[in-house]
């Protein structure tokens, strides 16, 4: 990509809720980063979107976006459902395109958008963002440093009210198979079990059972249990979407001790061993996807290496794949046609 350019100018297409805080600002602020077209459906808000950022041009069309010749890279954040179509685009556009998390709606559609930015021979970035924060490199630094020992077991938990008080008449996109392929546990549960990739390593012999309530207005899961090895580590998680208290914790068992973390909520790790209990705060940036967003700028004008890739990202989606295959009766390319994913 570099071929001796100095600024990587960018185009968003989805200006939603993700880009106002936790993306989109971060792109004019990198060094060697421009963001020149924003792209949204509804022309007055992407209009709306382009004055309050600073944006110079903005468009409804996203076909438009991707073959601008003054857009470079491509940032898509719109919901999984249209990822894989989009991508692909960018893909035969010959440009790098950075992807909201998941990747796709299962692993058959990630590796489908692998391929072509293979045979484009072009970069492809997704937004597990949580690679990049100092809080979650302290832990990696923490781990590799044998603080532990040998690692012995990993605990997750995660408890929110997420799938309470659902409106059946108006259900949000991530409780739409078709949209999101899957429940929140595709839209949330990800962020841990990449960062447990990044962290450990990757996951193995994964096995898991996935439920819905059954007075729930939507077809998708909501209390999730798993099981999995890292290494010589056994792990279990659990991720219940319909709990009263909320709950977020990873804890990390090794020989000497243990690091306790979480996935959302306070950016303090817990570290005991036999010398005390120690606490490190490691808050994250205001726009939080800053620091990732940096990385794959660097990487795209050849000075640097981004931790979240296409193949990291395929990792993950094979893992929820496996854990939610009985709940969806499979998950092939296209399962969310099958009659068993309708309410």
């Not at 994964?206 to 249990?225: I, K, L, N, Q």
């Not at 979407?241 to 790790?269: K, M, N, Q, W, Y």
């Amino acid at each position: 990509m570099q071929n001796g350019k100095k600024t990587i100018r960018w185009g968003i297409i989805g200006c939603g809720a993700v880009t106002e805080v936790k993306s989109g600002p971060a792109f004019p602020r990198v060094p060697g980063s421009q963001l020149v077209l924003v792209m949204r459906r509804t022309p007055e808000l992407a209009g709306d979107y382009a004055r309050r950022h600073g944006v110079e041009r903005w468009t409804n069309d996203a076909v438009a976006l991707i073959q601008d010749p003054e857009v470079d890279a491509v940032y898509i954040a719109t919901p999984p459902g249209s990822h894989a179509e989009l991508a692909l685009q960018v893909a035969a556009a010959g440009k790098p395109a950075y992807v909201e998390k998941p990747l796709a709606r299962c692993a058959a559609e990630c590796e489908r958008i692998i391929a072509a930015f293979q045979a484009a021979r072009q970069p492809l970035f997704v937004a597990y963002y949580r690679r990049a924060l100092p809080y979650f490199l302290e832990a990696k630094a923490l781990l590799a440093s044998g603080v532990l020992g040998r690692v012995t077991g990993v605990n997750v938990r995660l408890q929110t009210s997420g799938c309470r008080n659902v409106d059946p008449a108006n259900l949000p996109w991530r409780l739409i198979t078709q949209e999101s392929g899957g429940g929140l546990f595709m839209d949330v549960a990800c962020h841990t079990l990449d960062i447990l990739d990044f962290l450990l390593g990757p996951l193995e012999d994964v096995s898991g059972c996935a439920t819905r309530r059954p007075d729930a207005p939507y077809a998708v899961e909501d209390h999730v249990e798993m099981r999995f090895r890292i290494g010589s580590a056994a792990g279990d998680g659990l991720w219940d979407f319909c709990a009263l208290a909320r709950e977020d914790e990873i804890v990390i068992r090794g020989e000497h001790g243990s690091l306790r973390l979480a996935t959302f909520t306070s950016p303090v790790l817990t570290l005991e061993t036999e010398d005390g209990i120690q606490k490190i705060e490691r808050p994250h940036p205001p726009t939080i996807q800053e620091p990732l967003i940096g990385t794959i700028v660097a990487e795209l004008l050849g000075h640097g290496k981004c931790p979240s890739t296409g193949e990291s990202a395929l990792r993950t989606a094979r893992v929820m794949d496996a854990v939610l295959a009985g709940f969806y009766q499979g998950r092939a390319d296209r399962f969310w046609e099958c009659a068993s994913t309708k309410p």
